[in-house]
């Protein structure tokens, strides 16, 4: 009895595809896979992918219509996957034949993976708007209405289709596809050696599933007429190009149109469009190349790799505001001509004057602590913590704090929060009604960067590579970067919409304090010094002795590039490229000869603690002479003190990554020990007790006083939930201690 109940459900057609796609259609159940793994959380949830999913923003809102057009974007990857897999199996059962629509009996049967995703996908969405937005139920409700109509309604459509495939047009284009085949060799020889495997390997089929869901079994003894075989296949060729015709129709009007608001669609509508075109892409070829068709791939892909390698390009990803007509001599003897002894004292000198413009802010009878911020890079959460750390402090000190900040140095998002703070700051000061501790622009920090970004790598970076914006005069291309500025300036009401020269007065009266954006350089692992005042102080050894070989550590930026306008850089821009998220945001090639490329700064310093520390010993007999002493605030987003892992068994796979993971995932660490190290040599170098450091670190309050709570994740999305917890990270007792000795030292 078992068994035969067990018979029944192995050769029944809907089990059989599955187990058929295991075996020899992995990389279509891949693409399945991929989404799994994205859901759940296990693929892309460091870089915020996962909540494209779970919580799509449409228009700047996460509701119904965000989920429905999600809905329309899913229904429309399972019919290309249905129409791929009907083209590669569907000649092995000749029962099809017989039936009418057989296409659509063949997707009803053909629907346990998609349903067991789609299932599980409202699960997914369900739970994480349940527990981590909070939703209410009618709002829940809602979304998964919302979601199903728009899966239903691709569905029915193509329904509709698939059952009047015997149109007139459709037809008559089915006909000529025919006629075209039957010229081809290549194609009838395709088909044919399709036909001889159909009857050498008939897979044994007892029932398969009709409308409506009644369970019908099958025979497999019917005659496979050529003629009839090669119609279906004409059709369904058909059906598959016009799928992947509308769907990069699709991509093509998105990516043209970018900039209208209502085009803008969830970003996971638009990897699951990309992924449609990929996935009848990968039909094609392993229906024409069959077993080759990784090596094909491969090949391919070598080629393309060559060819791109040895032709003339344009520079794709560029910061906006410098002049690409000419290219800046990038070499050892070029840095050595900017960094000569002359103009290093002339910086410093500079520099000089506006640490007695900032030392004219407080009374001559007493002198003041000089403060320095290093801000931690950390995508959003670092933005966003930063944000809330200065408000707290400089509210508490009654807005003395940025009065006594002479330097804000770090990285990544943590130097774009400081950066948006230290704007409001300056507008406050010439007038305008500014509560710098107003909650409102916390939230214009945490709003939704990803999507924007993500939406402009599909239908942009990938496929059309020539739209450009002006700025300025100047034309650049249009990539997700530009998607990232833009998006940071409507968030942010376009305050940070500046110019880097529209801070050189600000900063040179001390009116606001000096910032350094230090992104890092791929070509040597330099750092490049972006700041609106001369800086090639920064960029020597602390001995400045020119005949070492490595006495050059940096490169001053508007010196290495002053034919190409480098005070006209866009504020915003300079900042993006100190926060290059691997992925994410692309790496910037500046206009030099060999062409510079650009990473984030946390490649180098994630804390800016080592940029603090070079000011500090560079103008040591300055502010020994001058203050009462300095106090270096460190914003992290991550513990200052380097935690122990629990060992872990690895399989065997897993192990053979470890060493390479752990070098990369412990970088952070790496930086720790090392300024630590050199904080203690800087408090050596200094009178005593004359240097502090205070640190305010992002660490989450536990939910029951010792219950262990996930950080929030380092990317450009958060959710609601860990929006929380980053700003009420500053309660943290950690915290309120780092406070106290800051008071006391502010005091002192």
């Avoid at 000529?176 to 060799?185: A, G, I, L």
């Amino acid at each position: 009895m078992l068994y035969r109940i067990f018979k029944k459900i192995i050769f029944a057609f809907p089990v059989h595809l599955v187990v058929f796609h295991l075996k020899k259609n992995i990389l279509l159940f891949g693409y399945w896979l991929i989404l799994v793994g994205i859901v759940s959380g296990n693929i892309g949830k460091s870089f915020g992918i996962t909540y494209l999913f779970l919580d799509p923003e449409y228009l700047n809102k996460v509701n119904w219509l965000s989920f429905f057009i999600v809905g329309l974007g899913l229904s429309a990857f399972t019919i290309s996957f249905q129409v791929t897999s009907y083209i590669l199996c569907s000649y092995r059962y000749n029962f099809l034949a017989n039936l009418q629509s057989p296409f659509v009996k063949y997707a009803l049967n053909n629907s346990i993976i998609p349903f067991a995703f789609t299932i599980y996908y409202i699960f997914r969405f369900i739970n994480f708007q349940l527990n981590t937005e909070a939703a209410s139920p009618l709002d829940i409700i809602t979304k998964v209405l919302g979601f199903i109509i728009g899966y239903l309604i691709i569905l029915v459509l193509s329904y509709l289709y698939f059952k009047t495939t015997n149109l007139d047009i459709v037809k008559h284009l089915a006909e000529n596809v025919d006629k075209t085949v039957r010229k081809s060799r290549l194609q009838r020889v395709n088909v044919m050696d399709r036909l001889n495997v159909a009857k050498n390997q008939k897979p044994i089929i007892t029932s398969y599933i009709d409308f409506p869901l009644s369970l019908k079994k099958t025979k497999n003894n019917y005659p496979i007429d050529r003629e009839t075989i090669l119609k279906v296949f004409d059709q369904n060729q058909l059906n598959a190009l016009l799928i992947q015709f509308f769907a990069f129709i699709s991509i093509l009007i998105f990516g043209l149109f970018r900039d209208v608001s209502w085009l803008q669609i969830p970003a996971a509508v638009s990897v699951l469009l990309l992924f449609s075109i990929l996935l009848l892409f990968t039909g094609a070829v392993y229906y024409w190349l069959k077993d080759w068709a990784i090596p094909t791939f491969l090949f391919t892909l070598i080629l393309v790799s060559f060819i791109s390698k040895n032709i003339s390009h344009n520079i794709y990803h560029q910061a906006f505001g410098l002049d690409y007509s000419q290219k800046a001599e990038y070499s050892l003897r070029a840095l050595r001509k900017i960094t000569t002894p002359d103009i290093v004292q002339s910086d410093k000198k500079n520099t000089i004057e506006i640490l007695e413009n900032w030392r004219g802010k407080f009374p001559k009878e007493k002198k003041p602590k000089l403060v320095v911020i290093a801000m931690s890079g950390g995508g959003q959460r670092a933005a966003v913590w930063t944000m809330k750390t200065l408000q707290f402090l400089d509210s508490a000190f009654q807005q003395s704090l940025m009065s006594h900040t002479m330097l804000m140095t770090g990285s990544s998002g943590g130097l774009i929060g400081g950066s948006f703070y230290r704007e409001l700051f300056l507008r406050k000061q010439h007038g305008e009604n500014i509560q710098l501790n107003d909650e409102k622009y916390i939230a214009q920090l945490a709003k939704d960067k990803l999507n924007p970004m993500v939406f402009s790598l599909v239908v942009g970076d990938l496929f059309f590579k020539f739209q450009k914006v002006e700025i300025d005069g100047q034309k650049y291309f249009k990539d997700r970067g530009y998607a990232l500025e833009e998006q940071l300036n409507k968030d942010t009401d376009f305050i940070l919409n500046k110019r880097l020269k529209d801070y050189n007065a600000p900063e040179f009266n001390s009116e606001i304090p000096m910032l350094m954006i230090t992104p890092t350089v791929v070509n040597d692992g330099r750092k490049l010094y972006i700041s609106s005042q001369p800086v090639a102080y920064m960029c020597k050894g602390l001995g400045h002795n020119h005949n070492h070989k490595n006495a050059i550590r940096g490169i001053e930026y508007s010196r290495l590039f002053a034919n190409q306008n480098p005070e006209n850089l866009r504020f915003i821009t300079a900042l993006r490229l100190n926060a290059t998220f691997p992925y994410i945001t692309p790496n910037v090639q500046l206009p030099s000869e060999p062409t510079m490329e650009i990473v984030d700064a946390g490649l180098s310093d994630n804390f800016g603690v080592m940029d603090a520390i070079q000011f500090i010993h560079v103008f040591k007999d300055w502010i020994e002479e001058n203050t009462s002493g300095v106090v270096l605030i460190t914003i992290r987003d991550t513990p200052a003190e380097n935690q122990i892992d629990r060992y872990a068994f690895k399989p065997l796979i897993e192990s053979a990554v470890t060493p390479l993971d752990n070098l990369l995932g412990n970088l952070t660490r790496l930086q720790n020990i090392r300024n630590d190290f050199n904080v203690e040599i800087l408090q050596q170098i200094l009178k005593k007790d004359f240097f502090a450091i205070v640190e305010f670190q992002y660490l989450e309050l536990p939910n029951n006083g010792n219950e262990e709570v996930e950080n929030a994740s380092l990317s450009w999305r958060l959710t609601s939930k860990e929006i929380k917890g980053i700003v009420n990270a500053i309660h943290h007792p950690a915290n309120k201690n780092s406070f106290e000795k800051l008071k006391k030292l502010m005091k002192e």
